[in-house]
């Protein structure tokens, strides 16, 4: 069966340290894709990254970067030097080959950077 | 600018009237969605619509109805049937490429109150 597990509820950081948002994942699919999405105080979900599962290469984008590591069926995400601003809400996303495009989410993270 | 509408941002509702949900998008997507948020919870997949005039029940379908009979519209009604109706609403679009190998990009959203 397919499952997103975001363990953490909710993570308080002070502003320019670092943290990991996990995700691990389950699914009988060799294909499939996974999905970071940030959910601000706003409402609407910003797409971050999408990994296939051929791509097991660590991507890095500004302060923010991806582990996607099979052996563990994780997908971790960090950022760097955190701020103010990446106060919100942080979803993981499934999507399997034989699913029709159909996300499968994780309960969300919700991160809270303090002055 | 391209992207995706969502009106009204707030809509309150008596028990036992339905109300109608609008969705726009202008990036030539043929592939729409809806999904369901309740607090400290991920999305919950309502209905999606792959092409005009076709759709199809996703995970929790019981309650609601919609329409395709345009590529930039998927309304969303919310009859008297749901039990439960109260919740934000997100309704998302996609290019429509092969299972899986999609992006998916969401509105603003919609909160439903029930009163």
């Known amino acids: 069966a397919q499952k997103v597990t975001q363990a953490q509820t909710e993570i308080s950081v002070v502003e320019k340290e670092d943290v990991t948002l996990d995700c691990v994942y389950e699914?009988?699919?060799?294909?499939?894709?996974l999905f970071w999405y940030k959910q601000p105080p706003s409402g609407e979900l910003v797409f971050l990254i999408r990994?296939?599962?051929?791509?097991?290469q660590n991507e890095i984008s500004g302060r923010y970067s991806w582990n996607f590591q099979k052996s563990t069926s994780s997908f971790n995400f960090t950022i760097t030097a955190s701020q103010v601003v990446d106060s919100a809400v942080y979803f993981c996303?499934?999507?399997?080959?034989?699913?029709?495009?159909?996300?499968?989410f994780g309960a969300g993270t919700r991160l809270a950077v303090h002055p | 600018d391209g992207g995706i509408t969502q009106s009204p941002k707030y809509l309150f509702r008596k028990e036992g009237q339905n109300v109608t949900l609008s969705c726009e998008q202008n990036?030539?997507?043929?592939?729409m969605y809806w999904y369901r948020q309740d607090p400290g919870q991920g999305l919950r997949l309502i209905y999606y619509?792959?092409?005009?005039?076709?759709?199809q029940k996703g995970d929790i379908a019981e309650g609601y109805s919609v329409s395709r009979e345009k590529k930039e519209s998927f309304p969303l009604t919310v009859t008297s049937a749901q039990k439960n109706p109260t919740a934000f609403y997100l309704c998302?679009?996609?290019?429509?490429?092969?299972?899986?190998?999609?992006?998916?990009?969401f509105g603003p959203g919609t909160r439903l109150t029930v009163l």
């Open positions: 998302a679009s996609s290019m429509g490429r092969p299972p899986a190998a999609d992006t998916q990009y």
């Open positions: 699914t009988r699919d060799t294909t499939y894709y």
């Open positions: 990994r296939n599962s051929f791509d097991e």
């Open positions: 996303a499934l999507s399997e080959a034989s699913g029709y495009n159909k996300l499968i």
């Open positions: 990036l030539n997507h043929d592939a």
């Open positions: 619509s792959q092409i005009v005039n076709d759709f």
